[in-house]
């Protein structure tokens, strides 16, 4: 009988989940129709709207060349030294220095517009790979749409009637399992942020999904050898340990909350069968829709970690983080969201709010750490068919083709009118300072895991 490979999972659940997500996204568009249109509700003046919609149109050539130049060159995390200097490279060609190596990052960078008096509005732009896979979560497009709505804004801040404030474009390295914008933000990347905005290609336009934070853990345990035939009695076994961590998992998963995730792998399982194992590492990924409930799953992983090695006679050691940083879930500041739904329809596009798409299908991102250090939104944009994932080969065909490359476009001009929005109008800064202090106000990322 010829082996094929295991036989494929069931798709039952997830073509429900597609169902309900199209009849969900029916409704909402339904009931965006029957209201009124978003008009002009305040945010920045029509002259100043139209000279950054002239200057994205402008823009269409580069925005092109980084999406294809980054898709088909991916560098992967802290590796990004062509994908950076290609960004800043096409920042001096619009007369735009952009200083590279910053905020304790070799290739992180920054750039800023406008004055030093008034408010100040960062965009970012990510653009690491996946290993192996290149740019299958289309950090490409991620970077595109960030320059160019930095760009968009140049002709604004420079001219007549400019309003008051700052925009700082960061390129923020390394989001793919390192935490980039963390190790940025503890280097003072945001101190001097009063907002924070980005947008992340998608199979839908989405204003608000749900994103997962996320930690990083090992587990090491440690036993004695010995021989397992003539003085089994004699060891202890580390790989038993973590045996019975994997499936002490298991049965706490019964116990958690439906939106936390653990994934677990045995890294090292000990050299040969003859040989009780010595030492067996394990590595996980914690992850859970709130900072406080994530802080609850990593003290009951400590519990089980421990208990596997009280259960084995082993000791176990918990590095969490691997010498990286925690990332939080996205708080998604709604009064910002708002306007970047209005440009959004501007240019054609139906955003879905919050809540159509099930949020099972949530990943993780370290903007979300950015989010409770500032107020900050992340919505999706559309660059893929809506039953394409993250993360896989189709997604990274679809990062570098024609949706890929109207994404980077719209997304600029989205990111560009949320920015001038929000420089030129006190009423709005007013609501998203109000919504991010009633929502809790910054918090004390570093030190929350403590």
Known sequence: MPVDGPPPPSTAYLD???????????????AQAAEPGPGDDGGAPAALRATVESAVAS???????????????????????????????????HGVEAELGVHGADTAFRAVLGSGDGPTIAICAEYDALPVIGHACGHNVIAAAGVGAFLALQPVLAGEGAPSGRVVLLGTPAEEGHSGKEVMARA????????????????????????LGRR?????????????????????????????????I????????????????????????????????????????????????????D???????????TEVQIDWDDGAHPSLPVRT?????????????ARGRDVLPGGVVSETLAASTDFGNVSFRVPGIHPLIQVADPSVALHTEAFAAAAGGPGAERAAVDGAAGLAQTALDYLCDAGLRAAVDAEFAAAGGPIDVPAYFD
Not at 194 to 210: E, R, S
């Open 333 to 345: 500041n709604q009064a910002l969201t708002r306007r970047w739904v209005a440009a959004q329809e």
């Open 303 to 313: 519990d089980v970690a421990r208990g596997a090695a009280l259960i084995t006679g």
């Open 59 to 93: 823009l269409g050539a580069d925005l092109t060349r980084i999406v294809r130049t980054l898709h088909a060159n991916p560098e992967t995390a802290f590796e990004e030294h062509e994908s950076a200097r290609l960004l800043v490279d096409v920042l001096a060609q």
């Open 16 to 30: 429900h989940v597609v169902d309900e997500t199209e009849e969900r996204r029916r409704l909402a568009l339904a």
């Open 216 to 248: 990083l853990l090992t587990w090491t345990f440690t036993g004695r050898a010995a021989h397992a035939s003539a003085q089994p009695f004699m060891g202890r076994n580390a790989l038993d340990a973590a045996n019975v961590a994997y499936q002490g």
């Open 250 to 301: 298991g049965l706490l998963r019964q116990q958690m909350p439906p939106s936390d995730r653990v994934h677990a792998t045995i890294v090292e399982g000990g050299t040969r069968p003859s040989i009780i194992t010595e030492r067996a590492v394990m590595h996980l990924y914690a992850r859970s829709k709130y900072p406080d409930t994530l802080r609850d799953l990593s003290r009951r992983l």
């Open 188 to 211: 003072g990347a945001f101190d001097d942020v009063d907002a924070a905005i980005m947008v992340h290609p998608y199979g839908v336009d989405v204003a608000d999904q749900v994103w």
